[in-house]
């Protein structure tokens, strides 16, 4: 019986220590490691992705795919928050959230949609909508970056309706 429960314990320590490890080694906070997440865009757009694309979501399934490609287009982060939220919780819907945007149209865009952009806050938001209206997006881009740092605008470019990443965009796990 003692070496069952010594065997058990050695057992659970040996699981804790190697989980431990694991954690410590999918973190990796390099400068160089920092900087590749906060330059790589990774999300869909909800309006073009395929459903081979949604299908790489972590949770992500066929049923739920065909609710997303229902509703196109999507205008606003609200309107996907709602349509999809009548077939999953709150919750669901803000764990898919990181991994698609609605491209934002400058000129109607509300506040949550512009909120999708790093670092936009309510009360940018609010100013961007009441600085309206823009006539491109590069004036946009511009009042932005009375908001945001050089680095920020330039990846705001990805949320904008009209632009196109250079690169195809995939979800990060």
């Given at each position: 019986?003692?070496?069952r429960?010594?065997?058990?314990?050695?057992?659970?320590?040996?699981?804790?220590?190697?989980?431990?490890?694991?954690?410590?080694?999918?973190?990796?906070?390099?400068?160089?490691?920092?900087?590749?997440?906060?330059?790589?865009?990774?999300?869909?757009?909800?309006?073009?992705?395929?459903?081979?694309?949604?299908?790489?979501?972590p949770?992500?399934?066929?049923?739920?795919?065909?609710?997303?490609?229902?509703?196109?287009?999507?205008?606003?982060?609200?309107?996907?928050?709602?349509?999809?939220?009548?077939?999953?919780?709150?919750?669901?819907v803000?764990?898919?959230?990181?991994?698609?945007?609605?491209?934002?149209?400058?000129?109607?865009?509300?506040?949550?949609?512009?909120?999708?952009?790093?670092?936009?806050?309510?009360?940018?938001?609010?100013?961007?909508?009441?600085?309206?209206?823009?006539?491109?997006?590069?004036?946009?881009?511009?009042?932005?970056?009375?908001?945001?740092?050089?680095?920020?605008?330039?990846?705001?470019?990805?949320?904008?309706?009209?632009?196109?990443?250079?690169?195809?965009?995939?979800?990060?796990?």
């Open positions: 019986m003692f070496n429960i010594r065997l058990f314990a050695v057992l659970m320590i040996a699981v804790f220590v190697s989980s431990a490890l694991l954690l410590v080694q999918a973190q990796d906070t390099t400068p160089e490691a920092t900087a590749a997440v906060a330059t790589s865009f990774t999300r869909f757009d909800l309006n073009t992705a395929t459903g081979d694309d949604f299908l790489t979501i949770g992500m399934n066929n049923r739920m795919v065909r609710e997303y490609m229902e509703y196109r287009p999507y205008v606003s982060i609200l309107q996907f928050r709602k349509e999809i939220g009548k077939y999953v919780g709150d919750e669901q803000a764990a898919w959230e990181p991994y698609v945007y609605v491209p934002v149209q400058i000129e109607e865009a509300d506040v949550e949609t512009l909120k999708q952009i790093p670092g936009v806050d309510d009360t940018i938001a609010n100013e961007l909508i009441a600085a309206r209206p823009y006539g491109t997006n590069e004036a946009f881009l511009a009042k932005l970056g009375t908001y945001l740092t050089p680095e920020q605008v330039k990846f705001a470019q990805n949320f904008l309706d009209g632009y196109t990443p250079e690169v195809t965009a995939t979800p990060a796990a």
